[in-house]
């Protein structure tokens, strides 16, 4: 009897311990590619900071001129947050030293009318004046383009910093009368730009101010009758999202304020959809260029910004409202039309722009076309092929190409999902896959490398104080967290042992050593 019990015993272990092995096998080989994938893409920014990028500071003022001049339309909306990316990314020395000093220097000689700033003039070594309506706009391009994207993955520094006063100077300088109060500026890129940064600092700050002006706008379009945004690209889509993220954000701490919006922005949403896509789910760049008959032509890269409101919307109402219709539009992807697709006439920008809204979708919602797509679409048109490391083309500085090194690090941090090497050194792979509730986790360096992984925090609710982690542009998106109070089990393969550690010393960093040529295989699993 015990013998008969005892085989049963070793049986059922066995099972146990093969069934435990097939996920641990396939997690590992989906996490063996993609640290192939993110290894070249980091080590290609990792070259583009220092050997293009880092230069462009300018030694005598110390600002940033990638394209040749500091401006805030341009180089500190779309050129510095992606620099200050890079450095987070993959060289935290140069984040805390040089790339962070651009900040206190723009600080130090832009300001111009309380704190919102000009563009500098090299020659007279003085702030360019410009007309109001110009300073408006570029300060609010800085905010929502610029710092919002620094302070996703900086939480509350000086980044932080510099955003409020900004928002507060802007507010405090309001000029054009509405029904419902002053508002900076008529120009809807800017009111949807506003939208958005006036809900994460209501959420950062608990200061009612910035929930107030940010209805005072949403209340200046949505008590328009039929008014519908027009344009469905950039320096359009920018409202949508807005409203999308600001009716989450009053779903929590206004929500009879969501009540009354919730009907309207559902309008806007089918509205878009009925005249503004095309039969794949596709947008067009604005809503009277759709063209059934022609449904490849003029579509917006923005497509992937705009439908984050809709997944706002859902996570709102609680039902699946519109998600059939986005799974849909992904799986579309795999035809033959959006291989190469020449957004914006094949410029790196819209091949940027329309992978980064895909990313956004694809990390709420998997769809096996669309992951394919992203991975296609980044190697043929933003990364080069791998085999092109060491002598491949880097990226140049001015915000066209700026916008290609930020899709590639929000790639390379889906393929990681979001656990970061440092210090990074050039050859190093990492990679990362989901197991179950936890992930496998491959470190395969060129070199003998010795540092610590980084795995990533809730920063939705840790930095930006939101309750849920609400879809939205301008983004790092989060893959695999860790709570910082919990408590995490750690095995290395091969390893007879396993490891416990918090939350916050895996985020702190989790020390590891490993020789060249070899791989190290980790499974972290919250207990």
Avoid at 93 to 120: F, K, T
Avoid at 285 to 312: F, H, K, M
Avoid at 459 to 469: A, L
Wanted: proline content about 5%; aromatic content about 10%; glycine content about 6%.
């Amino acid at each position: 009897m015990f013998r008969r019990l005892l085989a049963v015993s070793l049986a059922l272990v066995l099972l146990n311990l093969t069934a435990a092995a097939a996920p641990d096998a396939a997690a590992f080989d989906q996490a063996e590619r993609s640290a192939a994938i993110a290894g070249h893409s980091l080590s290609k920014v990792h070259r583009w900071l220092h050997e293009i990028a880092l230069p462009k500071i300018d030694p005598e003022t110390g600002l940033y001129i990638a394209d040749g001049k500091w401006n805030y339309r341009d180089t500190a909306a779309d050129c510095y947050p992606f620099l200050t990316w890079a450095a987070w990314a993959v060289d935290q020395d140069a984040l805390n030293g040089p790339v962070r000093s651009v900040l206190h220097n723009e600080r130090r000689l832009c300001n111009v009318l309380g704190r919102i700033p000009a563009p500098y003039d090299f020659k007279a070594k003085k702030s360019i004046e410009i007309a109001r309506e110009e300073l408006v706009f570029q300060a609010s391009e800085y905010v929502k383009d610029g710092l919002i994207a620094i302070i996703e993955v900086t939480g509350r520094d000086e980044w932080f910093d510099r955003m409020r006063e900004i928002e507060d100077d802007l507010w405090a300088y309001a000029d054009i009368e509405t029904p419902f109060g002053l508002i900076p500026s008529k120009n809807i890129e800017v009111n949807g730009e506003q939208i958005q940064a006036l809900a994460r600092l209501y959420t950062m700050t608990g200061d009612a101010r910035y929930l107030d002006w940010a209805e005072r706008l949403a209340d200046y379009y949505l008590s328009q009758e039929d008014w519908i945004p027009q344009r469905l690209r950039d320096h359009g889509c920018e409202i949508i999202g807005g409203l999308g993220l600001l009716l989450g954000v009053e779903s929590v701490h206004r929500p009879k304020k969501a009540q009354v919006y919730e009907p309207r922005i559902r309008e806007m949403l089918d509205t878009v959809i009925e005249k503004g896509c095309t039969p794949d789910g596709m947008m067009v760049n604005r809503i009277a260029e759709r063209n059934l008959d022609r449904p490849y032509a003029n579509l917006s890269d923005g497509w992937g910004y705009n439908y984050v409101s809709y997944l706002c919307y859902d996570i709102v109402v609680g039902e699946p409202v519109y998600r059939d219709h986005i799974v849909k539009t992904l799986q579309n992807l795999a035809k033959p039309q959006y291989t190469d697709y020449r957004w914006e006439r094949e410029s790196i920008d819209g091949f940027a722009d329309s992978i980064e809204g895909a990313l956004y979708l694809l990390n709420r919602l998997p769809v096996a076309e669309g992951l394919a797509w992203v991975d296609r679409e980044t190697v043929n048109n933003l990364v080069d092929h791998p085999t092109r490391l060491e002598n491949g083309e880097l990226w140049g500085t001015m915000k066209l190409q700026a916008n290609g090194v930020r899709t590639t690090l929000i790639h390379a941090l889906m393929h990681t999902r979001g656990i970061l090497a440092r210090p990074w050194r050039q050859g190093l792979e990492l990679g990362a896959a989901p197991r179950n509730d936890g992930v496998a986790v491959v470190v395969r360096p060129k070199d003998d490398y010795r540092g610590h992984l980084e795995f990533d925090l809730p920063r939705h609710r840790v930095y930006m104080g939101f309750r849920h982690d609400w879809p939205r542009m301008n983004t790092l998106p989060e893959w695999f967290t860790v709570e910082p109070e919990q408590k995490y089990t750690v095995r290395a393969e091969g390893a007879e042992k396993s490891q416990v550690y918090t939350g916050r010393q895996l985020h702190n960093g989790l020390a590891i050593k490993v020789k060249s040529g070899e791989t190290l295989r980790l499974i972290v699993t919250p207990q």
